[in-house]
């Protein structure tokens, strides 16, 4: 008999059910996570069965809120979807799931009849064909264009394109002139054939761009692969909370894109990832890293300025000495909107509150609402402020947590502090068909491990042996509990040296201090004395009697000198974004 996976009494394997007629229909009120505990002979080991309530799929927006749209203007995207406070359309809702894969539709839900129907898809091809007329065509004669819009942003516009080589439907996306220079027009060329070769399955494709006559005034078209099912944005939007499945396998995708566009010769830096161009792709549920041709085009006519969404931006940005880590700081900050649904940096009221925070190393508010001790590590090790202490898209591919699914996965249970040798881990079973045993969906086992005493193959045994895994799904779990278990190693290591590191520089700048002031003093005492007093009596009369004005060290002076550059700096992207 099926059971209601909300009553604590399913999992109570001794308590009988009540028969149909006198069961007692029961509201249980809606709560993130419930756990039930079975605990062990031994008691090192806890099974749980997990419940995850569901929210509702609709997302609250404030009207005429600070982050509803892009900050930028060429930030719109490639597809469908231009602006921040867009929609999901209802084509792509029925298409796509809350977990991310394709879904169906219901006719019946329509309230429409089968004539009706019929009419209705009549019209609409009508309609269709009466717009399917190319109103334009490549140079080459291969893209065509038609009158179909399918977007607009502040300075472009999209419309639906076709592939004649292929017959596959493109997007057709037209820019204002930027009045380009020769030397741009032609670096921009250079780069644009280069993206030509990029094919990668979580790379939007860029097929082809040229300059072309808008209604008399000059345009650059470029035509891109067409992604219909919107962006993480648009997903976000109608999706309250992200399941942990879907949010590691779409960061895992885009961590491999990343490393694509960075493993290049030379490497491809797209200076302004964020979740409003990745695209999800209906039928796979896959997800795909957009706007590089746009990206470079910018980066091209704005050569001289900085340019990117704020919010995204490494502090190394502002300065423009920048490698590919300011990838790897937007995709933590990409990482953080997907585990909160709050866009970083959004108590922020404009572009200044947000330089001021990201150059001090102020995280975004909405880091503190994560919940997941694991996802909470690995965002904070992306949005570092010094960017060689960064974690490496390398080093985030070989995490645990973005390993390829083996149906168990390790997790910290409690955040690590790093002072104590044992450690609270949970296994999660995610996908039971994957193993030999017979396990409850979301099912977990909580233990505790010794950093200096335990061995993972020995502790999958002891599981093994109290009834908790099956013999040949021990390796599986022993190799998860080792993966943790050395990224757990490497993060203590990683923090220990950062520390050591802060120490060394406090201690520098004391020293520095230190040796200004002794310099300061034997200049004073190597001037003639009458200087000397007279100096002190016009700085004592100066002061009204309150004492001798102090003068800063030379150190104190170089860091004010250093600030008041920086403060230039910020203000010329102060000024880019009014």
């Known amino acids: 008999m099926a059971t209601d996976p909300g009553e604590p009494t399913a999992t109570d394997e001794s308590s009988g059910e009540k028969p149909d007629g006198e069961r007692e229909e029961e509201k249980v009120p809606a709560r993130p996570l419930t756990f039930f505990m079975h605990s062990s002979p031994n008691k090192r080991f806890f099974r749980k069965s997990v419940e995850i309530c569901e929210e509702d799929d609709e997302v609250e927006e404030t009207p005429g809120a600070l982050h509803s749209t892009p900050h930028l203007e060429f930030c719109a995207s490639d597809s469908v979807f231009t602006s921040g406070a867009q929609q999901l359309p209802a084509s792509a809702s029925a298409a796509l799931g809350e977990d991310g894969t394709h879904g169906t539709q219901d006719p019946d839900k329509t309230g429409l009849t089968a004539?009706?129907?019929?009419?209705?898809?009549?019209?609409?091809?009508?309609?269709?064909?009466?717009?399917?007329?190319?109103?334009?065509?490549?140079?080459s004669g291969r893209f065509l264009k038609f009158d179909i819009e399918l977007g607009r942003g502040a300075f472009k516009t999209v419309y639906k394109g076709l592939d004649t080589e292929t017959w596959v439907e493109v997007a057709w996306c037209e820019l204002q002139d930027r009045k380009l220079t020769k030397a741009e027009q032609q670096r921009f060329?250079?780069?644009?054939?280069?993206?030509?070769?990029?094919?990668?399955?979580?790379?939007?494709?860029?097929?082809?761009?040229?300059?072309?006559?808008?209604r008399g005034k000059k345009c650059i078209v470029l035509v891109t692969e067409l992604m219909t099912s919107g962006t993480l944005k648009t997903y976000l939007k109608r999706f309250k909370v992200m399941k942990p499945k879907v949010l590691r396998s779409w960061c895992r995708q885009i961590l491999k894109g990343l490393q694509f566009l960075h493993t290049r010769t030379p490497p491809i830096v797209h200076r302004d990832l964020k979740c409003d161009n990745i695209f999800i792709t209906g039928p796979t549920g896959s997800v795909k890293i957009g706007d590089l041709g746009l990206a470079t085009l910018m980066r091209t006519s704005f050569a001289k300025s900085v340019i990117g969404t704020p919010e995204f931006?490494?502090?190394?940005?502002?300065?423009?000495?920048?490698?590919?880590?300011?990838?790897?700081?937007?995709?933590?900050?990409?990482?953080?909107?997907?585990?909160t649904s709050e866009y970083p940096y959004s108590e922020c009221q404009n572009a200044a509150q947000i330089y001021r925070k990201v150059t001090s190393g102020i995280k975004p508010a909405s880091f503190d609402k994560v919940n997941d001790p694991e996802v909470k590590e690995i965002i904070e090790g992306c949005i570092r402020q010094n960017q060689l202490e960064r974690l490496s898209v390398k080093d985030l591919l070989n995490h645990a947590f973005f390993a390829e699914d083996t149906g168990v996965r390790v997790e910290l249970a409690e955040e690590d502090t790093g002072c104590k040798d044992c450690l609270a881990l949970r296994i999660w079973v995610e996908e039971p068909k994957k193993l030999k045993g017979k396990h409850k969906d979301n099912?977990?086992?909580?233990?505790?491990?010794?950093?200096?005493?335990?061995?993972?193959?020995?502790?999958?045994?002891?599981?093994?042996?109290?009834?908790?895994?099956?013999?040949?799904?021990a390796k599986v779990v022993g190799k998860s509990i080792r993966d943790r278990v050395s990224l757990i190693k490497k993060s203590r290591e990683r923090r220990q040296q950062q520390l050591l590191q802060q120490q060394q520089q406090q201690q520098q700048r004391l020293d520095e201090r230190r040796d200004s002031s002794v310099l300061t003093s034997s200049f004073s005492y190597v001037q003639p004395s009458g200087t000397t007093s007279s100096q002190g009596t016009g700085a004592a009369a100066a002061a009204g009697g309150q004492g001798e004005a102090e003068e800063l060290p030379e150190v104190d002076q170089h860091v004010q000198q250093q600030g008041t550059a920086l403060g230039l700096t910020g203000a010329r992207f102060i000024l880019n974004h009014i």
């Open 443 to 473: 099912e977990a086992i909580e233990f505790s491990y010794d950093l200096e005493n335990d061995s993972a193959e020995e502790v999958a045994l002891e599981m093994v042996k109290s009834g908790f895994f099956h013999e040949s799904d």
């Open 189 to 214: 060329k250079e780069e644009a054939e280069m993206l030509k070769g990029l094919q990668h399955p979580n790379i939007v494709r860029f097929y082809d761009s040229w300059e072309s006559v808008l």
């Open 115 to 139: 004539p009706a129907l019929k009419g209705k898809e009549r019209d609409k091809e009508q309609e269709e064909e009466a717009e399917m007329k190319a109103v334009a065509t490549s140079p």
């Open 313 to 339: 931006m490494a502090p190394e940005m502002y300065e423009e000495h920048y490698d590919e880590s300011v990838d790897v700081y937007a995709f933590g900050m990409c990482m953080l909107e997907m585990a």
